[in-house]
């Protein structure tokens, strides 16, 4: 194994992660490693090929690793971003020891859809960074290697409650606050017991019970620290309230219940939860986010989408169930963040016939009192939020994973584009996609990466 770690692993963290796993998993992670640094580097050439980053003063084509070629660009300021891309390296590595799901996929719950995303965000070199976890974390709470976590029951006296708080959560004048884990274990916090718990694909945000629990993480997750702020704790249910009175044509998870800890009278942003009620199938309703239908099975083959049936008529139904709607929402003055993580679709025999939207916190919306300031965004802020998070990221995932001709496929979702004044833009001008590897680079960064519009001839 010693020798086996001098010629396979190439950065501390691989060498880390190999040395603290057992001998099985340790091949398994050895073996894993070239497809994960291939697949980042991937995420990482697509980066330096959209993205307004720093002139390349490398040749890509020379590393085979993408440490080596991030290192070679010597970039101001990239010695964090370079850390998490080793990390995410050896988390996706590691995330490919997983054995596969034996359940047929139609007849999966929504948690083991959930953790069959193995690869993470499709387009993000950090994709599998969890800075601040070790190996075992991994194994412990990742979703894809599908853990019961044992969420602690913090007994808190000093707290707020918005929303509906649960009566089984509360313990006379305290609240009973469900805590991840490795959160507890960081603060060293007390437990009144545990609440056993599915990780989602969001990692801090598990399924228990009849709720979905957000909690929160102070690790940097792929590209953000998983806290939750006072503004979010305080605003959780007032925005969920606003949505649902205009949004049309999408289901809402909606926020039930916020709360936290309070110190020197704020809510203390390292002890917050969001709690959502569980969203249920209907009959003969497989519920799954879209993410899980375009993600590559851990044992090979092809993405789920393609046994689905015709792949133009699959995404015109998907199509007219979520262009319309987020094309009015917006022409409305606000902006979903309708990624492939946010969006659940409900089939019935494999066809799309419903869709919820979930994760409220980062909408957008034209200024209005009832209304936090951080959510407030012009117009041009409002369409490009809507177009970079849907028609770059979630349908362009679907275009790629379907077997079409990308032509086809895109002339099938403008037919369900309405005439609303975003239309024009939408058909016409470069699509705004998250330049994702910039904002690791410089968090401050206000720019835009931007793609040909697939909608033009």
Known sequence: MCQDLIILTETPIEAEFAAALDGERAERFLAALPGARAAVL???????????????????????????????????????????????????????????LTTPFLDRTLEEHEQSVVDGHPLHPCCRNRTGFTAHDHLAYGPEHRPTVALRLLPAQDHVVYGDWPSELRDGKAILLPVHPWQAGRLNLPSAGTLDASPLMALRTLSTGGWHVKTTLSAQITSAVRDISGSSITTAT?????????????????????????????????????????????????????????????????PPIRALGDPVEWLGE????????????????????????????????GRPRRVIYRDLADIRVSPR?????????????????????????????????????????????????????????????????????????????TAWAYLPNPFSP
């Open 42 to 100: 991937a995420r990482l050439r697509r980066a330096l090929a959209i993205e307004p980053l720093p002139q390349v003063s490398a040749t890509e084509a020379e590393y085979a690793h993408p440490v080596g070629l991030l290192t070679a660009l010597r970039w101001p300021g990239s010695a964090n971003l370079i850390a998490e891309v080793a990390h995410s390296v050896a988390g996706l590595a590691l995330s490919r020891t997983t054995s596969p």
């Open 238 to 302: 007032t925005v969920s309230d606003f949505l649902a009175q205009v949004v049309e044509g999408i289901e809402l998870q909606h926020n039930r219940a916020s709360a936290a800890v309070v110190t020197n009278g704020e809510p203390n942003r390292e002890l917050g939860v969001i709690l959502r009620d569980k969203p249920v199938p209907r009959e003969h309703e497989t519920l799954l986010p879209l993410a899980a239908l375009t993600a590559l099975p851990v044992d090979g083959g092809p």
């Open 318 to 349: 998907f199509a007219e169930l979520t262009v319309p709607p987020l094309m009015t929402l917006l022409a409305r003055g606000v902006a979903l963040e309708a990624h492939e993580q946010n969006l659940l679709v409900g089939l019935v025999n």
């Open 369 to 445: 009192e009832d209304l936090p300031e951080r959510l407030h965004a012009n117009r041009e802020t409002l369409r490009t939020k809507a177009f970079a998070t849907f028609f770059s990221t979630a349908l362009t995932g679907l275009v790629t994973a379907l077997d079409a001709p990308a032509g086809e496929l895109w002339r099938t979702v403008a037919k369900a584009v309405p005439d609303t004044p975003d239309r024009p833009a939408l058909l016409h001008d470069p699509l705004p996609a998250k330049p994702l590897t910039l904002m690791r680079l410089d968090p401050r960064t």
